[in-house]
């Protein structure tokens, strides 16, 4: 295919929070609970404190609004959003069961479960990779309610595994970890108590059910009633599916056209990820109860969309005419629902939404959100972590999409996707597992480098990717992200910790250790990079060791490079080596900003600090 022109304008992209109304009251209003730092303040020394300072103060967006279709905000269901990480997680453990216990013929599940499991017949026969996933969602079920379990593995939904048995199952198991009273209420229900419980009809209409139970209860009494559903079904082949079955739930009827809008979604959302949907199942629920704001969501089981949208007329309304965006976002949340960094899922969700979308109707590809207003780039979006619902997470979304973009928009047609692509399977690769837990610590953002520079022939491509990654994510990339190494061998020791101090008359009168916050107006002078340094056994002679310091600051560039001589005494079991100044002249205001400082010795880095100067 060739790289797409786009030529009217684009419909805006649509993701799980929509926001009509004005952004914010006043110029403080960047996050929840968020204000400058006064200068009579003591400085908190708690080692790991959490950054989360935005950007200076901002001018309140215009009287109309933010201009997009969508966005989070306060008034959001913030249980909602809440829920949606549970369910993430619930997703990466039934993903990362033990792989080291006994299982029933597949490596990789544990036995340890309700014994009615292990004797369904498609678990007895062996696991593919999808009853796999069930599997292992029954087992996760049965850690929460052994009851439930040997109630529901005797259902006649599970003694053949089939479409939407996935679903139904992972619907199951988040009520019994969230919310026991609602799993067996379901399973109570007369109309699936009957018959022996759940049969395969009606895991269909179990699969969709977190959206009521998240947004309006008294509905799933109303969805398990047969009388009261209306369902339309459609089986398609695509490109890379031999079959999906979609089924829309529905308690009226509703548009014609949204069966297409799903259709026209997963082909084309298969055609850039080069492969497939996870399932041969997509359950949508239309719905009522939507609280203002929230346009759509994706549970893994289902999508979930407002009744609004379920139109034909797509000038009714702006919830009608953002519906096909929404659609087409939380499709590709088939492939990006991760549990690692909210950026990467919601920003390739709009990415992929804003082409899918031009495919539909055309369009110029500009990006749906404005500018980010709270942070800068999505570095020191990490770094402020903003709560759910909170004006700062709008940044997950309009930061996100703009990384993507502006990549597609630089690199030539072909090498873009395989790159989203490769970068998709690295993250696959470590679904459900935190930064702290994979093997190399690395962020997601040294993933995205890894498969794009992969694409690269030669180094200006890659100094392309560079600076669209450093422009986008900031320009830290630019520092040295090699990790630590402590171990310094011509003393036989070792770094046990780096402080940043500040000395006044012989004594250290200010320390910081991780990462901290520094308000400018509490700085008056230099100050000084600390290795605390141990020895095995205390050296037989004394011995003097250079020691490099580097400075940067959070535009990329190096502010200062130094080195100083060391000495270590002999029969001491360590020193507290003091090396360069950090930072500026006693007269000279810091700039505000984000500051690393590295030190090295014989070429390896031995510690490291990473400090902000607020306002």
Same mark, same amino acid.
Request: net charge negative.
């Given at each position: 295919?060739?790289?797409?022109?786009?030529?009217?304008? &684009?419909?805006?992209? &649509?993701?799980?929070?929509?926001?009509?109304?004005?952004?914010?009251?006043?110029?403080?209003?960047?996050?929840?609970?968020?204000?400058? $730092?006064? %200068?009579? +303040?003591?400085?908190?020394?708690?080692?790991?404190?959490?950054y989360n300072q935005p950007r200076g103060v901002y001018a309140p967006v215009a009287a109309g609004g933010i201009p997009s279709a969508h966005s989070l905000h306060p008034g959001a269901d913030v249980r909602l959003l809440e829920t949606q990480a549970n369910l993430r997680a619930l997703t990466a453990r039934a993903s990362l069961l033990s792989e080291d216990a006994p299982d029933p013929g597949v490596a990789g599940v544990s036995a340890k479960v309700t014994p009615g499991i292990l004797e369904l017949p498609w678990v007895a026969d062996g696991l593919t990779d999808h009853e796999r996933f069930a599997y292992n969602?029954?087992?996760?079920?049965?850690?929460?309610? /052994?009851?439930? %379990?040997?109630?529901?593995?005797?259902?006649?939904?599970?003694?053949?595994?089939?479409?939407?048995?996935?679903?139904?199952?992972?619907?199951? =198991?988040?009520?019994?970890?969230?919310?026991?009273?609602?799993?067996?209420?379901?399973?109570?229900?007369?109309?699936? %108590?009957?018959?022996?419980?759940?049969?395969?009809?009606?895991?269909?209409?179990?699969?969709?059910?977190?959206?009521?139970?998240?947004?309006?209860?008294?509905?799933?009494?109303?969805?398990?009633?047969?009388?009261?559903?209306?369902?339309?079904?459609?089986?398609?082949?695509?490109?890379?599916?031999?079959?999906?079955?979609?089924?829309?739930?529905?308690?009226? @009827?509703?548009?014609?056209?949204?069966?297409?809008?799903?259709?026209?979604?997963? +082909?084309?959302?298969?055609?850039?990820?080069?492969?497939?949907?996870?399932?041969?199942?997509?359950?949508?629920?239309?719905?009522?109860?939507?609280?203002?704001?929230?346009?759509?969501?994706?549970?893994?089981?289902?999508?979930?969309?407002?009744?609004?949208?379920?139109?034909?007329?797509?000038?009714?309304?702006?919830?009608?005419?953002?519906?096909?965006?929404?659609? &087409?976002?939380?499709?590709a949340h088939y492939y990006w629902f991760n549990d690692i960094d909210l950026w990467v899922d919601e920003g390739a969700a709009d990415f992929m939404a804003l082409i899918i979308e031009h495919y539909r109707v055309g369009g110029y590809g500009d990006p749906d959100g404005i500018p980010c207003p709270y942070y800068e780039n999505i570095f020191h979006l990490e770094l402020a972590q903003p709560e759910a619902g909170s004006y700062g997470q709008i940044c997950d979304y309009w930061l996100g999409e703009r990384i993507y973009l502006d990549l597609f928009n630089t690199l030539r047609y072909e090498q873009f996707y395989?790159?989203?692509?490769?970068?998709?399977?690295?993250?696959?690769?470590?679904?459900? $597992?935190?930064?702290?837990?994979?093997?190399?610590?690395?962020?997601?953002?040294?993933?995205?480098?890894?498969?794009?520079?992969?694409?690269?022939?030669?180094?200006?491509?890659?100094?392309?990717?560079?600076?669209?990654?450093?422009?986008?994510?900031?320009?830290?990339?630019?520092?040295?992200?090699?990790?630590?190494?402590?171990?310094?061998?011509?003393?036989?020791?070792?770094?046990?910790?780096?402080?940043?101090?500040?000395?006044?008359?012989?004594?250290?009168?200010? @320390?910081?250790?991780?990462?901290?916050?520094?308000?400018? @107006?509490?700085? @008056?002078?230099?100050?000084?990079?600390?290795?605390?340094?141990?020895?095995? %056994? /205390?050296?037989?002679?004394?011995?003097?060791?250079?020691?490099?310091?580097? +400075?940067?600051?959070?535009?990329?560039?190096?502010? *200062?490079? =130094?080195? +100083?001589?060391?000495?270590?005494?002999?029969?001491?079991?360590?020193?507290? &080596?003091?090396?360069?100044?950090?930072?500026?002249? /006693? *007269?000279?205001?810091?700039?505000?900003?984000?500051?690393?400082?590295?030190?090295?010795?014989?070429?390896?880095?031995?510690?490291?600090?990473?400090?902000?100067?607020?306002?």
């Open positions: 295919m060739k790289k797409i022109s786009f030529t009217t304008a &684009a419909i805006a992209i &649509a993701a799980v929070i929509l926001y009509f109304g004005n952004a914010h009251n006043s110029a403080f209003a960047h996050s929840p609970d968020i204000g400058p $730092v006064l %200068a009579t +303040e003591m400085i908190d020394e708690e080692e790991g404190e959490i969602l029954l087992a996760e079920l049965d850690e929460f309610s /052994p009851e439930a %379990a040997a109630r529901i593995v005797a259902m006649p939904f599970l003694q053949s595994f089939g479409t939407a048995d996935t679903e139904a199952i992972y619907v199951l =198991t988040a009520f019994a970890e969230e919310d026991i009273d609602t799993l067996f209420a379901v399973l109570d229900n007369p109309n699936l %108590a009957d018959n022996g419980g759940i049969e395969d009809d009606e895991a269909k209409i179990v699969a969709v059910l977190i959206g009521p139970w998240i947004l309006n209860p008294e509905l799933i009494d109303v969805l398990l009633d047969p009388d009261q559903i209306r369902l339309e079904e459609r089986i398609i082949q695509t490109s890379y599916s031999d079959s999906i079955l979609f089924t829309i739930v529905r308690t009226q @009827s509703g548009g014609a056209s949204t069966m297409g809008l799903f259709e026209h979604a997963v +082909e084309y959302a298969e055609i850039m990820m080069g492969k497939g949907l996870r399932t041969d199942y997509v359950a949508v629920l239309v719905m009522d109860g939507f609280p203002p704001g929230i346009g759509g969501f994706h549970t893994y089981a289902n999508i979930t969309i407002p009744t609004e949208m379920d139109v034909d007329d797509r000038t009714m309304s702006r919830l009608a005419a953002v519906g096909p965006a929404v659609i &087409a976002h939380e499709v395989d790159g989203f692509r490769a970068f998709h399977s690295l993250i696959q690769a470590d679904y459900g $597992v935190t930064v702290e837990e994979t093997e190399s610590g690395a962020p997601a953002i040294d993933r995205m480098l890894a498969a794009f520079h992969a694409t690269a022939r030669n180094p200006v491509e890659t100094a392309l990717i560079d600076a669209v990654l450093a422009r986008r994510y900031g320009t830290v990339l630019f520092t040295d992200r090699s990790p630590v190494n402590p171990v310094i061998p011509a003393v036989n020791g070792q770094v046990l910790r780096t402080d940043l101090i500040r000395v006044t008359r012989g004594q250290i009168v200010e @320390s910081h250790n991780g990462f901290f916050s520094i308000p400018a @107006s509490r700085i @008056s002078g230099r100050y000084l990079m600390a290795l605390t340094i141990a020895h095995a %056994a /205390p050296l037989a002679a004394d011995v003097e060791l250079d020691f490099a310091v580097v +400075e940067y600051y959070e535009d990329g560039f190096v502010l *200062d490079r =130094t080195v +100083e001589t060391v000495g270590f005494s002999a029969g001491r079991p360590g020193t507290i &080596a003091v090396l360069a100044g950090i930072g500026f002249i /006693p *007269d000279f205001r810091w700039p505000t900003g984000l500051y690393w400082a590295y030190a090295y010795h014989g070429g390896q880095k031995v510690g490291e600090i990473f400090f902000e100067v607020a306002p």
